[in-house]
């Protein structure tokens, strides 16, 4: 079992900068991938980013340029770096682990979310 916390969500500015993290734990061992998705009110949720254990890294198109997606090994801590925020970035944000092999999930965890609200 993996466990992820995230934190660092809040109320910012369109054009300002947060950063939410996600502590992990547990048998994070068997974690290949790391992400961040989103969810906004009404909508599905989306992919933000993602980080390998070999650290190539990946962005959805609406957050390229903007976001950093940063991995701290010692503290098994996942981070995403928002700058340049907009109102269309307000979402609950989560962190997400998995175990994969190929294309295929083998495990994966959730964590609880943490809410983004830009206002403009």
């Known amino acids: 079992q993996v466990q992820l916390v995230e934190s660092g969500g809040g109320l910012v500015q369109a054009a300002g900068s947060l950063s939410v993290s996600c502590a992990a734990s547990g048998s994070i061992f068997s974690i290949n991938e790391w992400a961040w998705y989103r969810q906004a009110p009404g909508r599905q949720r989306e992919l933000v980013a993602i980080?390998?254990?070999?650290?190539?890294?990946n962005y959805a198109d609406a957050v390229k340029g903007r976001f950093a997606i940063s991995r701290d090994n010692a503290k098994n801590t996942i981070y995403l770096q928002m700058n340049s925020l907009k109102v269309e970035d307000t979402a609950v944000y989560y962190c997400y682990a998995a175990k994969r092999i190929r294309t295929f999930v083998i495990s994966d965890y959730w964590g609880q979310g943490t809410q983004v609200t830009v206002s403009s």
């Open positions: 980080i390998t254990n070999d650290g190539s890294t």
